[in-house]
């Protein structure tokens, strides 16, 4: 018999079709109604979907004199589309009591249904194993946010957010009985896959919890470092207080190997090559020393003040994301940290914004701060400057 073939459909990320082992691609797949057409079409096969659903879909508010035929152009003209893209002759999108189906004479198989089956499939599974087995398959079959590029679409946003809801309930779960089994490995591929999926998110979180649980200490610190700095510098903001809560409580809990005190102390220290200027670090050690520096003033009678320098426009608004953001945050970094003391603190807050800690100064000695810096950043005729906001640091006990 010959072997059939079926229309294999990709809804999770990029919207992709492919007959057998060809993509369906070209200048003649980018046309907005064709698109818009195979997509609900193709994700409601089963159902079909109604004349009067898909004419809000592809029409929406456009004044359009008659409604039916316009869609009934957008459809011929996808048939022979299908035709061109080299599917075999069909009638490929029929018409029965007012709604329209996908035809049955050519099968299709959709991620996103597959995704759907194995999520509910794994909810009534009766034994774990078989759980953990649904669940995995479920989570890995989830490529990205359903139909990415077309969230502003109504029905596919909501969809997206469906799916995304299943996903992280499906990880949970498989983590939940992961841990179970003290199967570490499978947990921290499992975070990963879940982290590069689902970015920014806490799901860093499942790999540090690995990583701790099976005593590679090393691999926790940069993973710590390397997510807030990622949180940072794609976003722009730190990771929220429940994610560097949850990583803080997970990172608290390492056991380090026995050493002598020291072996520990050549471990605090840091590189020589390295000391130059104020002090340099991620976020999480900013609010760490912020923290210490308040305590601390309990006893010393210390004076401290906390610096806010932003990158602004020639009107004075704060830089928006743009080609030279980079380059603009690491010349105003590097002016920073020359033009603080040894004990001082930087972090980069967000993007084009630092936050910087001058301990035991004066209010006039920040003023001379602000323009050391200043004199630092600026280049030429530049007419991106730098905005600044101090106060006082205060011990609240």
């Known amino acids: 018999m010959e072997r059939e073939i079926i229309l294999h459909v990709q809804m999770f990320g990029n919207f992709q079709m492919s ?111 078989e759980k953990l087995r649904l669940y995995l398959e479920a989570c890995y079959t989830y490529k990205g946010e359903f139909l990415s590029d077309y ?55 499942l790999t540090l919890e690995a990583l701790i649980e099976s005593g590679r200490h090393k691999e926790v610190r940069q993973l710590y470092a390397d997510t807030a700095d990622s949180y940072l510098r794609e976003r722009g903001i730190y990771p929220a207080s429940k994610v560097t809560e949850r990583m ?56 401290g003040y906390l610096m806010l320098c932003t990158l602004v426009d020639s009107k004075g608004n704060p830089m928006e994301e743009g080609f030279r953001m980079k380059e603009l945050s690491e010349r105003l970094m590097a002016a920073i940290q020359n033009s603080i003391r040894h004990g001082d603190v930087v972090s980069q807050y967000g993007k084009g914004q630092f936050l910087v800690m001058l301990v035991n100064t004066t209010r006039e000695n920040c003023e001379i701060i602000e323009r050391r810096i200043s004199q630092k950043f600026t280049v030429g005729r530049q007419r991106i400057g730098v905005q600044y906001h101090v106060d006082c640091i205060i011990c609240e006990a």
């Open 19 to 129: 007959y057998g082992e060809k993509p369906l691609t070209g200048e003649k797949a980018r046309d907005t109604y064709f698109t818009s057409l195979m997509q609900i079409l193709l994700h409601h096969v089963q159902s079909g979907v109604s004349r009067d659903r898909l004419e809000e879909v592809l029409l929406g508010d456009r004044d359009v004199e008659n409604r039916h035929q316009a869609l009934q152009t957008i459809i011929y003209k996808a048939k022979r589309k299908l035709k061109n893209m080299g599917l075999p002759q069909k009638n490929y999108i029929e018409l029965k009591n007012g709604v329209y189906y996908w035809t049955s004479d050519i099968p299709v198989s959709e991620d996103a249904e597959k995704f759907d089956r194995l999520y509910k499939e794994a909810a009534s599974a009766e034994g774990e194993e």
């Open 248 to 303: 803080d409580a997970l990172g608290n809990r390492a056991n380090y190997p026995c050493m002598a005190l020291n072996q520990i102390q050549k471990c605090l220290k840091e590189d020589s090559d390295k000391i130059a200027g104020g002090y340099r670090c991620s976020y999480p050690v900013f609010r760490g020393a912020y923290r210490i520096f308040c305590r601390m003033m309990e006893r010393s009678g210390q004076s």
């Open 151 to 205: 969230a502003g679409v109504m029905w596919a946003g909501a969809e997206a957010r469906r799916y995304h809801s299943m996903f992280c309930e499906s990880v949970e779960r498989a983590a939940s009985i992961i841990r179970k089994r003290n199967d570490w490995f499978l947990l921290e591929e499992l975070g990963t896959y879940a982290a590069k999926t689902n970015p920014f998110s806490d799901w860093e979180s």
